[in-house]
């Protein structure tokens, strides 16, 4: 299994980035998949999530109204659309699937079955 994050890059206060997992060895279809973050100096943080089906979305509450996930099952990907950026949101984001994620566990890390590797994302004021 691989999950393969792209699409960082540094962005101005204010700005848009979107970010993609593509998934292999693994169908979005099946797996909950989400979003988390590592600040320097911080601890990991939940971002957003979708669940297999599609029937349920989490979002933190430090980016509720301002991202948006979404997943693609024919490409079997996982995007995370971050509008209207912020300096506090730098950081090195992750994404995760599980394959036993109910809604009440979208947020927790210990969750997810697997990682991807990272892709920093740096919003200069």
């Known amino acids: 299994v691989q999950l393969q994050a792209s699409g960082g890059g540094l962005v101005q206060a204010g700005d848009h980035l979107s970010l993609s997992c593509l998934a292999s060895g693994l169908s979005v279809r099946r797996y909950t998949t989400g979003w988390f973050r590592q600040a320097p100096g911080k601890e990991r943080e939940f971002v957003a999530a979708?669940?297999?089906?599609?029937?349920?979305?989490a979002y933190a509450d430090s980016v509720k109204g301002r991202f948006i996930v979404s997943k693609d099952n024919v490409k079997n990907t996982v995007n995370l659309r971050m509008n209207s950026l912020k300096p506090e949101d730098t950081a090195v984001y992750y994404c995760?699937?599980?394959?036993?994620?109910?809604?009440?566990?979208?947020?927790?890390?210990?969750?997810?079955?697997?990682w991807g590797q990272g892709t920093e994302v740096t919003v200069s004021s």
């Open positions: 979708v669940k297999w089906d599609g029937g349920s979305i």
């Open positions: 995760a699937a599980g394959g036993r994620i109910i809604s009440s566990t979208m947020k927790r890390d210990e969750a997810y079955d697997y």
